[in-house]
């Protein structure tokens, strides 16, 4: 696939002067059947992928994001040249980050014939369901971000994850334990899809053959005071604590009950998410200085091409892309490589497209195999990051980092 990289290279380098072509609406308004089969080819000069996002409600701030990386990702592809020459658009609807409402949304887009195929999702629940209702109604869907192990573990032929799994979200961090074993660790999660994903697939699998003193708590999404829990973890003295907080705002006041608890282990973890976003940055100020965050690679930030879209990107947002809008991004670029292959323009080729793709991106190199019980699976890069300076600093594995990785700074 060496013309695939090349193709994504130089449209990455060609000048970004078009306008976003996103849209909010235009899908059919009846659901789809159980069983929609092959749809025609789409429109005339456009090709169309449909998207479920959360736009409104608590998490619009993540389909916001993800609305921004695919609009550039547009933006640089439909000025270089488009798909053949067709142009790309993306439809998104509204999930609310309501699995429910995930679904009405995802068979409203399936129901719309001339969308080639589906991405987004977002959390967990959505995710999982949207895989569902693509795979009965023979559609391909490309997961950038939703973690749960489950959707690329339930045979659907129609599946393709780009971004790591929930339980692959802490391999940098337990291959960083290889050779730093901790004496000690408290295990905080969010009592939800996301949450026990990232336990059952992964931190358990560590302190199952660690032999070491482990804690483990759960909480509830936006739970109102966290003093309580942070005290029973002070009381096992834990050498490390690994939190896996669902939004920032979960996150920042985790770390404000940790302060008023006096909870100072060596090392404060995050697992993505909550505490990988720059609203826990904001919210939290120096509460955020030297926590780490383990979960899906954010990109060499030392590779060249990368710096151009960091540079790209943040010129036109004002502000500086994280994990999700580099998983956004490059899934983009992963169906523009896939619909420029594929033999027939429909959904069937599509997926035969996807199945074959083998490309680098600014998430590195994506190619989907079933291993280890996943189906259609990437096997994404995770990291350990490292909130310094108000900025977030890969700090392992080595090989990428840009700093060292310094303990918990404390109160």
């Given at each position: 696939m060496k013309n695939s990289r090349k193709a994504y290279w130089g449209v990455l380098s060609a000048v970004f002067l078009a306008g976003s072509l996103l849209s909010g609406c235009g899908a059919a308004e009846t659901n789809a059947p159980s069983n929609a089969g092959t749809p025609a080819p789409s429109s005339e000069g456009t090709l169309k992928i449909g998207a479920v996002l959360p736009m409104t409600g608590g998490s619009a701030v993540f389909g916001e994001k993800f609305k921004q990386a695919y609009s550039l990702a547009v933006e640089e592809i439909n000025a270089a040249g488009g798909i053949n020459g067709k142009k790309l658009e993306i439809i998104i609807e509204d999930s609310q980050e309501k699995p429910q409402v995930g679904k009405t949304a995802t068979e409203k887009l399936v129901a719309n014939k001339d969308i080639l195929l589906l991405t987004g999702g977002r959390s967990s629940g959505v995710t999982l369901v949207e895989a569902q209702v693509a795979n009965e109604n023979k559609i391909p869907y490309l997961i950038d971000h939703g973690s749960s192990d489950k959707a690329t573990m339930s045979d659907y032929d129609y599946v393709f994850r780009l971004s790591p799994t929930a339980g692959m979200y802490t391999s940098a961090l337990r291959d960083y334990f290889q050779t730093n074993p901790p004496k000690s660790i408290a295990y905080i999660n969010v009592d939800n899809a996301f949450g026990e994903a990232v336990y059952e697939y992964g931190i358990k699998k560590y302190t199952d053959s660690a032999g070491i003193p482990f804690t483990l708590e759960k909480y509830k999404a936006g739970e109102l005071d966290f003093k309580p829990l942070m005290e029973k973890i002070k009381a096992a003295n834990p050498?490390?604590?690994?939190?896996?907080?669902?939004?920032?705002?979960?996150?920042?006041?985790?770390?404000?009950?940790?302060?008023?608890?006096?909870?100072?282990?060596?090392?404060?973890?995050?697992?993505?998410?909550?505490?990988?976003?720059?609203?826990?940055?904001?919210?939290?100020?120096?509460?955020?200085?030297?926590?780490?965050?383990?979960?899906?690679?954010?990109?060499?930030?030392?590779?060249?091409?990368?710096?151009?879209?960091?540079?790209?990107?943040?010129?036109?947002?004002?502000?500086?892309?994280?994990?999700?809008?580099?998983?956004?991004?490059?899934?983009?670029?992963?169906?523009?490589?896939?619909?420029?292959?594929?033999?027939?323009?429909?959904?069937?080729?599509?997926?035969?497209?996807l199945e074959a793709t083998d490309l680098e991106t600014v998430f590195g190199r994506v190619k989907f195999e079933d291993f280890d019980g996943y189906k259609n699976q990437n096997k994404g890069m995770t990291d350990i990051s490292q909130w310094i300076g108000g900025k977030m600093i890969t700090v392992y594995p080595d090989e990428y980092a840009q700093d060292q990785m310094k303990d918990f700074k404390g109160w």
């Open positions: 050498e490390v604590v690994i939190v896996t907080a669902g939004d920032d705002n979960d996150a920042t006041q985790i770390m404000k009950a940790a302060k008023e608890s006096r909870l100072s282990p060596k090392m404060f973890v995050g697992t993505g998410a909550g505490h990988s976003i720059i609203g826990f940055a904001q919210q939290s100020g120096e509460l955020a200085e030297t926590v780490l965050t383990a979960g899906p690679w954010h990109g060499n930030k030392k590779d060249p091409k990368f710096q151009e879209f960091h540079k790209n990107f943040t010129a036109k947002f004002q502000h500086e892309p994280g994990e999700h809008e580099v998983e956004g991004y490059a899934a983009i670029y992963v169906i523009a490589d896939a619909l420029k292959r594929a033999k027939t323009l429909d959904r069937e080729g599509v997926k035969e497209a």
